[in-house]
Nanobody
């Protein structure tokens, strides 16, 4: 069992920045390098949307069109088993609950990111992001 803990959410003004962290842990030895890890956003009344995913073992990233060029996903270099989502040039439509998900990479990263149901095995509880002036 893998536990995912998100942090870093909060409130920002349009054009501002936030940085989200997804820290993974397990009672047994494991490495995030074996998993595809992604950030998924859910706004009120909408379905959960895959916005960015990473496979550190493959050196591959995926971004939705809505965040491409503004968000950057990466593996933390100073802390083990942590994925970071750097969000710049935030817009009001970025508002929502951000969930971290992880699943064993069994198909393309893009497919797992766009269709996370059944692909991601573990989920965090989410962290809220509000972009408002």
């Amino acid at each position: 069992q893998v536990q995912l803990d998100e942090s870093g959410g909060g409130t920002a003004q349009p054009g501002g920045s936030l940085r989200l962290f997804c820290a993974a842990s397990s009672a047994t030895g494991f490495s995030l390098d074996d998993y595809a890890v992604g950030w998924f956003r859910q706004a009120p009344g909408t379905e959960r949307e895959g916005i960015s995913c990473i496979s550190t073992s493959e050196g591959e990233t995926h971004y939705s069109d809505s965040v491409k060029g503004r968000f950057t996903i990466s593996k933390a270099t100073t802390v083990e088993n942590t994925v970071i989502l750097q969000m710049d040039n935030l817009m009001p439509e970025d508002t929502g609950i951000y969930y971290c998900g992880a699943g064993i990479l069994f198909t393309t990263l893009e497919s797992m990111c766009v269709h996370p149901t059944g692909a991601m095995d573990f989920w965090g509880k989410g962290t809220p992001v509000t972009v408002s002036s």
